[in-house]
Nanobody, 125 residues
Framework: QVQLVESGGGLVQAGGSLRLSCAAS?????MGWFRQAPGKEREFVAA????????YYTDSVKGRFTISRDNAKNTVYLQMNSLNFEDTAVYYC?????????????????????WGQGTQVTVSS
């Protein structure tokens, strides 16, 4: 069992930055960030593999968001820059023991075993 605790959400003006953190109580193969806006389905944002640190991003955040990990702290981060109104959502981190590292698996919520409670990110215009 892996418990995930997110932090770092909040209210920010458009063009601003936030950094989300997700501390894991145990090890996994890789971790991802997803987000869900009101009335919309949960969507993939980014994922990172613990071994090697390879990453995937959804197109809408490439060049603005950076996912990273600290192996010693068992923590994954999501640095979000140039935020805009469309980034407003509840952000969830997730972890999986699935060893299949591919874009389709890293971006699919069904591939993840554990989820955090979510943290609200609100971007004001």
């Amino acid at each position: 069992q892996v418990q995930l605790v997110e932090s770092g959400g909040g209210l920010v003006q458009a063009g601003g930055s936030l950094r989300l953190s997700c501390a894991a109580s145990g090890r996994s193969s890789y971790m991802g960030w997803f987000r869900q806006a009101p009335g919309k389905e949960r969507e993939f944002v980014a994922a990172i593999r613990w071994t090697g640190g390879s990453t995937y991003y959804t197109d809408s955040v490439k060049g603005r968001f950076t996912i990273s990990r600290d192996n010693a702290k068992n923590t994954v981060y999501l640095q979000m820059n140039s935020l805009n109104f469309e980034d407003t959502a509840v952000y969830y981190c997730a972890a999986t023991t699935n060893n299949l590292w591919a874009r389709w698996s890293a971006s699919s919520p069904s591939q993840y075993d554990y989820w955090g409670q979510g943290t609200q990110v609100t971007v004001s215009s």
